[in-house]
Structures are given as C-alpha cells and as structure tokens.
T-cell receptor, first 112, second 114 residues
Framework: QKEVEQDPGPLSVPEGAIVSLNCTYS??????FMWYRQYSRKGPELLMY????GNKEDGRFTAQVDKSSKYISLFIRDSQPSDSATYLC????????????FGTGTKLQVIP | EAEVAQSPRYKITEKSQAVAFWCDPI?????LYWYRQILGQGPELLVQ????????DSQLPKDRFSAERLKGVDSTLKIQPAELGDSAMYLC????????????FGPGTRLTVT
C-alpha cells in the first residue's frame, strides 16, 4: 500500500463547476500538506500548503486537511478551462530528515 | 518573478550514451532537489543538496547517476550510460532552508532514451 493514495481520474467537469480533489494517506506523522498543479509537459507549480489540520483559502482554491481521517482535499470554485491540468498532492513530516511524498496526481479536464 | 531554470528542455539520446542536465535554482535557495517523474506518476526524489552537500541520495542509482553542486548554486545531474528505463521527466526544485513544503520546480527536462 502506498503512503499517499490519489485517484488518477480523469475527472471531467463543466466550466463553472466546483471541483473536489482528494488524497488519503497512511503516515500519521505527516504535518505539511501541499497541492501542486502540473500542466502537460511542464514542471509542477505550488498552489498552496497547509500545516496540520484545518482549511486554507487562496482565491478560488481551498485546501482542507482532516488528520483524524488522514484525508486532504482541494476545492476549486468556478472552475475554468485553464484549470485543466494534473493536480498532485504532497506531504511532509518535519521530524528528523524526511523527504516529500507525492501522490500520483489526478487529471482534471474543465469543459467549456 | 524568480524561477528555477533547467536545460535542456528536451533530450533524445541513444542507449549507453552519456547525458547531463543542468539546473539553476532560485537565488538564495540553499536546498536543491532532483526528481524523476515517470508518466502518470508523482515525482520521486533522486538527490537533495543543502548548499554544496548531499543530504539524501538514497534513491540515486549510483552505478550510473551522479550529481554535483560544486559552489552551492547551480547543479548538474549526469547519467552514464543511459538505459531505456531512464526515459522520464527530470525535474529540479529548490527551497529555502525552512523546509521542502515550499519548493519550486523548474520546467523539467524530458529525456527519451532510444
């Protein structure tokens, strides 16, 4: 079983829809939770990171972390065709030396 | 806006040849990472530098891969000899000292080994 699980999709939604992207994880030591957006043949772009549990909002994007359920989400409001990309979740444990663990990514397509 | 620079963007090489990738991190970022990303998967760390020192190279296939960051700024990743299974996207990222939760990626080098 992988430490971080992410549904690969693809997820197709109409323009303007609310999108929910999710990851589950098994390592309870993870403290930082990140979301990256990756366009085809480009490097990942950091959207936002969250420390511990709770919500964080940035424009149309909201990240939620539920450590009790080991479940994180990224919501995209008023989705646009330009949001079409692969979304990667990533997690990090700051205790000692630990590397970042990435999910496999969810491919999102927003249809005009 | 500061960005991580990588070159080349694309590389096609024959099996058993040598290939090298270059990365210039964001100015002031002490930590530099090289990742490999296979299509449909998330990035996997190959090597991490703190300034010029290697912090983690546990996943680097040392029989064929080498990495250096001689002056603690830009970095080179080399593969010799290249194998068919090395075809992937090679990503460089950098972050400030405070942790990898805020790391910034370059555009990557797409390697195809024939």
């Amino acid at each position: 079983q992988k430490e971080v699980e992410q549904d690969p999709g693809p997820l197709s939604v109409p323009e303007g829809a609310i999108v929910s992207l999710n990851c589950t994880y098994s390592n309870s030591a993870f403290q930082y939770f990140m979301w990256y957006r990756q366009y085809s043949r480009k490097g990942p772009e950091l959207l936002m990171y969250t420390y511990s549990s709770g919500n964080k909002e940035d424009g149309r994007f909201t990240a939620q972390v539920d450590k009790s359920s080991k479940y994180i989400s990224l919501f995209i409001r008023d989705s646009q065709p330009s949001d079409s990309a692969t979304y990667l979740c990533a997690m990090w444990n700051s205790g000692g030396y630990q590397k970042v663990t990435f999910g496999t990514g969810t491919k999102l397509q927003v249809i005009p | 806006e500061a960005e991580v620079a990588q070159s080349p963007r694309y590389k096609i090489t024959e099996k058993s040849q040598a290939v090298a990738f270059w990365c210039d991190p964001i100015s002031g970022h002490a930590t530099l990472y090289w990742y490999r990303q296979i299509l449909g998967q998330g990035p996997e760390l190959l090597v991490q530098f703190q300034d010029e020192s290697v912090v983690d190279d546990s996943q680097l296939p040392k029989d064929r891969f080498s990495a250096e960051r001689l002056k603690g700024v830009d970095s080179t990743l080399k593969i010799q000899p290249a194998e068919l299974g090395d075809s992937a996207m090679y990503l460089c990222a950098s972050s400030l000292d405070r942790g990898p939760y805020e790391q910034y990626f370059g555009p990557g080098t797409r390697l195809t080994v024939t």
